[in-house]
């Protein structure tokens, strides 16, 4: 069974820290110092779980009365089976929960259909993001 929610402790942060360095620094050779990037003190973190064991993770970052939505993974074995959107969903509704206005994301491109099948849109164009050298495009969603 899936359940989503926000990570409670540093233990809980440590096994989401280890989806993105499985999914980033392993899959897609992101250098550790780059995807550690100092910020994760300051923000909220969500994680999934699938009977029991941390499958996806989310990093959510505040501003003004927007939500930025970093991180974004699923480990390999669990794609493709509905648990990313459920993840996007939460994030959607977290927002709702806290009254934001927009929801916002720079997704890897290659993945810009999944995100448009929920409702986010592209805002502006696709970029290669420089620490990384992936082909990236912004998406928002409005919360009404």
């Given at each position: 069974?899936?359940?989503?929610?926000?990570?409670?402790?540093?233990?809980?942060?440590?096994?989401?820290?280890?989806?993105?360095?499985?999914?980033?620094?392993?899959?897609?050779?992101?250098?550790?110092?780059?995807?550690?990037?100092?910020?994760?003190?300051?923000?909220?973190?969500?994680?999934?779980?699938?009977?029991?064991?941390?499958?996806?993770?989310?990093?959510?970052?505040?501003?003004?009365?927007?939500?930025?939505?970093?991180?974004?993974?699923?480990?390999?074995?669990?794609?493709?089976?509905?648990?990313?959107?459920?993840?996007?969903?939460?994030?959607?509704?977290?927002?709702?929960?806290?009254?934001?206005?927009?929801?916002?994301?720079?997704?890897?491109?290659?993945?810009?259909?999944?995100?448009?099948?929920?409702?986010?849109?592209?805002r502006g164009?696709?970029?290669?993001?420089?620490?990384?050298?992936?082909?990236?495009?912004?998406?928002?969603?409005?919360?009404?």
């Open positions: 069974m899936l359940k989503i929610r926000l990570t409670k402790n540093k233990s809980e942060f440590l096994k989401v820290l280890k989806i993105r360095k499985e999914v980033f620094v392993k899959e897609q050779n992101v250098a550790l110092d780059i995807e550690v990037d100092g910020l994760d003190s300051s923000s909220k973190h969500v994680m999934a779980t699938y009977n029991d064991k941390v499958i996806g993770c989310a990093r959510l970052r505040f501003y003004k009365n927007k939500l930025k939505a970093q991180r974004i993974a699923v480990l390999r074995k669990y794609r493709g089976k509905g648990f990313g959107k459920d993840l996007m969903l939460y994030i959607v509704k977290y927002a709702k929960r806290k009254k934001l206005k927009e929801v916002y994301f720079e997704a890897q491109y290659y993945i810009k259909g999944f995100y448009e099948k929920l409702g986010f849109k592209v164009k696709s970029f290669i993001e420089e620490c990384t050298g992936i082909k990236h495009i912004e998406m928002y969603m409005k919360i009404k």
